[in-house]
């Protein structure tokens, strides 16, 4: 399998990223007119999130052809000419497989609930349990119950997301092949890579029961076939070697190692979210808390080491289109915490994702009223808040820190009128910082957060040590720091970073010891060195 060590992977959300002909959507001829700021940014990689012929009721996660382009996004025409103008420029392209589920409106639930037997294997039906009572207490992601009553079936079918995406039933082995198939399409028309979506979720339990103890989530990740599915759909789509990426909703360790050996030839990593639920009060995201700056160090230490351990590989990422801005969520919205973070994360083991806007320093879309939301988990869970008990203030304030709709506000290019993204008023709006907070501005202020992530992607390019070295956790009894040691030969990195804004000091070891050590400090976030740690300081130390 290759190598993607030295590499970095931008996450595109063409909906939101460059609007080409004037509608206020983001489009593919939009991502093309942005090739040369990508390339100038050092990443290797594009992925996209799905542009594929949806209703649109989860922003193209529900889809309804999966081999066609939305003509609200562009032509197939347009997908090509992205691919080869990428291409000349050394990017590549890798999309998202939504394969757990498809919308209603894909010809194959059409025809499923229109009576064809053969496409209603396609999906998981079954009989509900007496009077109007589902089959099991399983939730869906969204909010309320995970199976929705078919009337012309008078049964109930399965979706763990929205009502509008039935879950695919992969025990049917003529359901893997037309999706292997699909892979294959996109392949086929040079696309690089894939990102998978949910893929942990494809494999049901073999008995269907009710969860005592939780939402159903426990029951149905992981499941047990999910690993024969997967090398089953690399080897008859053709993609092994292949950059690929598992989207891993509520899993664990072990099965990441599975997914991500080489030998197992199953994906090249995954993305799992542990690091990011630790400002969920008891686990539940709707409920707020600071973040548990010591539980996100111990997260990060089993992942990073426990995945090292056994020859597993993690994908390091802090924000995509389901999260709220990181520097809003563990810093200040501020330049100094959104280096500190990209720090954090850019040099660790694993390969770093880059969600559009955040090299910026984008953050959270501070909108004040809930009309201004457009993302169905936002509006289900602002009723369910309300209907809770919750004044329309404390669901706003709720939905205003955790909302995916944070991360889905126009690409800040400019600061001109909606921020140089459309000419027209955008699907959602901005943040008004976007006066301040954009491409143009920090192209030309050589201590901007851009200039910083440039110079931390080229830093992995340049250092073996960052792609391959080994990884030790340090200042570990230290609430306030993030810190750890990468090591290759006989080479060190000491990276060390203040999650508070305010002053800390070091436990282990002080920095004045580390520079009478011989340790020189080759990055940080600000100039000079003091006696102890400055409000969101990154250091970075080397010895040969
Ligand atoms: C994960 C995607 O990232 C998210 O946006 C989507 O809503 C769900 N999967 C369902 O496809």
Same mark, same amino acid.
């Given at each position: 399998?290759?190598?993607?060590?030295?590499?970095?992977?931008?996450?595109?959300?063409? =909906?939101?990223?460059?609007?080409?002909?004037?509608?206020? &959507?983001?489009?593919?001829?939009?991502?093309?007119?942005?090739?040369?700021?990508?390339?100038?940014?050092?990443?290797?990689?594009?992925? #996209?999130?799905?542009?594929?012929?949806?209703?649109? =009721?989860?922003?193209?996660?529900?889809?309804?052809?999966?081999?066609?382009?939305?003509?609200?996004?562009?032509?197939?025409?347009?997908?090509?000419? @992205?691919?080869?103008?990428?291409?000349?420029?050394?990017?590549?392209?890798?999309?998202?497989?939504?394969?757990?589920?498809?919308?209603?409106?894909?010809?194959?639930?059409?025809?499923?609930?229109?009576?064809?037997?053969?496409?209603?294997?396609?999906?998981?039906?079954?009989?509900?349990?007496?009077?109007?009572?589902?089959?099991?207490?399983?939730?869906?992601?969204?909010?309320?119950?995970?199976?929705?009553?078919?009337?012309? @079936?008078?049964?109930?079918?399965?979706?763990?997301?929205?009502?509008?995406?039935?879950?695919?039933?992969?025990?049917?082995?003529?359901?893997?092949?037309?999706?292997?198939?699909?892979?294959?399409?996109? !392949?086929?028309?040079?696309?690089?890579?894939?990102?998978?979506?949910?893929?942990?979720?494809?494999?049901?339990?073999?008995?269907?029961?009710?969860?005592?103890?939780?939402?159903?989530?426990?029951? /149905?990740?992981?499941?047990?076939?999910?690993?024969?599915?997967?090398?089953?759909?690399?080897?008859?789509? %053709?993609?092994?070697?292949?950059?690929?990426? %598992?989207?891993?909703?509520?899993?664990?360790?072990?099965?990441? &190692?599975?997914?991500?050996?080489?030998?197992?030839?199953?994906?090249?990593?995954?993305?799992?979210?542990?690091? &990011?639920?630790?400002?969920?009060?008891?686990?539940?995201?709707?409920? &707020?808390?600071?973040?548990?700056?010591?539980?996100? !160090?111990?997260? /990060?230490?089993?992942?990073?080491?426990?995945?090292?351990? *056994?020859?597993?590989?993690?994908?390091?990422?802090?924000?995509?289109?389901?999260?709220?801005?990181?520097?809003?969520? /563990?810093?200040?919205?501020?330049?100094?915490?959104?280096?500190?973070?990209?720090?954090?994360?850019?040099?660790?083991?694993?390969?770093?994702?880059?969600?559009?806007?955040?090299? #910026?320093?984008?953050?959270?879309?501070?909108?004040?009223?809930?009309?201004?939301?457009?993302?169905?988990?936002?509006?289900?869970?602002?009723?369910?808040?309300?209907?809770?008990?919750?004044?329309?203030?404390?669901?706003?304030?709720?939905?205003?820190?955790?909302?995916?709709?944070?991360?889905?506000?126009?690409?800040?290019?400019?600061?001109?009128?909606?921020?140089?993204?459309?000419?027209?008023?955008?699907?959602? *709006?901005?943040?008004?910082?976007?006066?301040?907070?954009?491409?143009?501005?920090?192209?030309?202020?050589?201590? *901007?957060?851009?200039?910083?992530?440039?110079?931390?992607?080229?830093?992995?390019?340049?250092?073996?040590?960052?792609?391959? %070295?080994?990884?030790?956790?340090?200042?570990?009894?230290?609430?306030?720091?993030?810190?750890?040691?990468?090591?290759?030969?006989?080479?060190?990195?000491?990276?060390?970073?203040?999650?508070?804004?305010?002053?800390?000091?070091?436990?282990?070891?002080?920095?004045?010891?580390?520079?009478?050590?011989?340790?020189?400090?080759? @990055?940080?976030?600000?100039? *000079?060195?003091?006696?102890?740690?400055?409000?969101?300081?990154?250091?970075?130390?080397?010895?040969?």
């Amino acid at each position: 399998m290759a190598s993607f060590k030295d590499k970095v992977v931008y996450q595109i959300y063409p =909906k939101s990223f460059q609007d080409s002909n004037g509608d206020g &959507l983001g489009d593919l001829r939009g991502v093309i007119q942005r090739l040369d700021y990508l390339k100038d940014l050092g990443v290797d990689y594009l992925w #996209l999130t799905p542009f594929f012929p949806s209703p649109q =009721k989860d922003n193209g996660y529900d889809v309804s052809n999966y081999c066609e382009v939305d003509s609200r996004f562009g032509t197939m025409a347009d997908f090509d000419e @992205l691919v080869k103008s990428a291409d000349e420029k050394g990017l590549k392209i890798m999309l998202d497989m939504v394969l757990c589920h498809t919308s209603d409106q894909h010809e194959w639930f059409q025809k499923a609930i229109n009576g064809d037997e053969n496409y209603q294997r396609y999906y998981i039906f079954r009989d509900g349990r007496g009077d109007n009572e589902p089959p099991t207490n399983w939730q869906c992601a969204f909010g309320g119950s995970a199976w929705q009553w078919e009337s012309h @079936l008078k049964n109930w079918y399965l979706h763990l997301h929205d009502v509008s995406q039935p879950d695919l039933d992969w025990t049917n082995p003529k359901v893997r092949e037309e999706l292997a198939n699909v892979v294959r399409f996109w !392949k086929d028309r040079g696309v690089a890579g894939f990102r998978f979506d949910v893929i942990n979720l494809i494999s049901k339990p073999e008995v269907f029961e009710d969860d005592t103890e939780g939402l159903g989530r426990k029951l /149905f990740a992981d499941g047990p076939h999910v690993h024969e599915y997967l090398r089953e759909l690399v080897k008859n789509s %053709g993609i092994d070697g292949m950059i690929t990426v %598992g989207e891993m909703a509520s899993t664990d360790l072990k099965n990441c &190692l599975l997914y991500t050996r080489p030998e197992d030839h199953e994906l090249s990593m995954v993305f799992s979210f542990h690091h &990011l639920k630790v400002d969920y009060k008891d686990g539940d995201k709707w409920s &707020l808390m600071n973040a548990d700056i010591h539980e996100l !160090k111990k997260l /990060f230490e089993e992942w990073q080491v426990g995945m090292s351990k *056994s020859g597993g590989w993690n994908a390091v990422f802090w924000c995509n289109h389901d999260q709220p801005r990181a520097v809003s969520r /563990f810093g200040d919205d501020g330049i100094e915490s959104a280096k500190m973070l990209a720090t954090t994360i850019h040099l660790m083991r694993g390969t770093p994702y880059v969600y559009q806007g955040e090299e #910026l320093g984008m953050t959270n879309a501070k909108f004040t009223s809930i009309e201004q939301y457009r993302d169905v988990e936002s509006l289900n869970y602002y009723k369910i808040l309300l209907e809770q008990g919750k004044s329309e203030s404390d669901a706003l304030k709720i939905i205003g820190e955790r909302s995916r709709d944070n991360s889905r506000t126009p690409m800040q290019w400019s600061a001109e009128k909606f921020a140089g993204f459309s000419t027209a008023e955008p699907w959602i *709006s901005s943040p008004k910082n976007f006066e301040t907070i954009n491409v143009e501005n920090e192209l030309r202020d050589k201590n *901007s957060v851009l200039n910083f992530y440039k110079m931390l992607i080229k830093f992995r390019k340049d250092n073996p040590i960052v792609q391959d %070295g080994d990884i030790e956790f340090i200042e570990r009894d230290n609430d306030d720091v993030v810190a750890y040691r990468r090591t290759l030969d006989s080479k060190e990195l000491i990276v060390i970073c203040n999650f508070r804004n305010s002053e800390v000091k070091l436990q282990d070891r002080s920095l004045s010891e580390y520079l009478a050590a011989g340790y020189k400090k080759i @990055l940080g976030n600000y100039e *000079s060195i003091d006696t102890n740690l400055r409000p969101y300081e990154s250091i970075v130390f080397s010895l040969n």
